[in-house]
Nanobody, 125 residues
Framework: QVQLIESGGGLVQAGGSLRLSCVASGRTYSVYAMGWFRQAPGKEREFVAVMDWSGGRTTYADSVKGRFTHSRDNPKNTVYLQMNSLKPEDTAVYYC??????????????????WGQGTQVTVSS
C-alpha cells in the first residue's frame, strides 16, 4: 500500500501562485508514476499532470501547460505542483495520485490505485 498526503492549497487571487506538495509513504519503492488530478464543483475529476518515477518524464494537461510545473524530491518521497498565473477556472480540489503499474492511459483516473484526500485551491477574480 501507498499513502499520499497533500498540502499547500488555499485562496489566491487570479495571477497568483501556489505550490502543492504530496508526500508518499508505505511501499513507495513500488511507485511507477505520481500525478495530480483536480475536481471542480459539479464536474468530473480531470487530469492535471503526471511524472514517471524512474525517468522523470512529465506530461501536462493542455489547460495547465506552461503555467504548472510538476517536480519531485526522491529522498523525501515528495512531489510538488507549482502553479503560476492561476485563473479562476483553476479552482478545484486537487488530488495527488499514484500507480504501481505502467499506465496505458495516463489521463484516466482509473489508472491510479492510490489517492490522497485532496486539498482545496480557490482562485478569486
Amino acid at each position: 500500500q501507498v499513502q499520499l498526503i497533500e498540502s499547500g492549497g488555499g485562496l489566491v487571487q487570479a495571477g497568483g501562485s501556489l505550490r502543492l506538495s504530496c508526500v508518499a509513504s508505505g511501499r513507495t519503492y513500488s511507485v511507477y508514476a505520481m500525478g495530480w488530478f483536480r475536481q471542480a464543483p459539479g464536474k468530473e475529476r480531470e487530469f492535471v499532470a503526471v511524472m514517471d518515477w524512474s525517468g522523470g518524464r512529465t506530461t501536462y494537461a493542455d489547460s495547465v501547460k506552461g503555467r504548472f510545473t510538476h517536480s519531485r524530491d526522491n529522498p523525501k518521497n515528495t512531489v510538488y505542483l507549482q502553479m503560476n498565473s492561476l485563473k479562476p477556472e483553476d479552482t478545484a480540489v486537487y488530488y495527488c495520485a499514484a500507480t504501481a503499474r505502467p499506465y496505458k492511459w495516463y489521463d484516466r483516473r482509473t489508472e491510479y490505485e492510490y489517492w490522497g484526500q485532496g486539498t482545496q485551491v480557490t482562485v478569486s477574480s
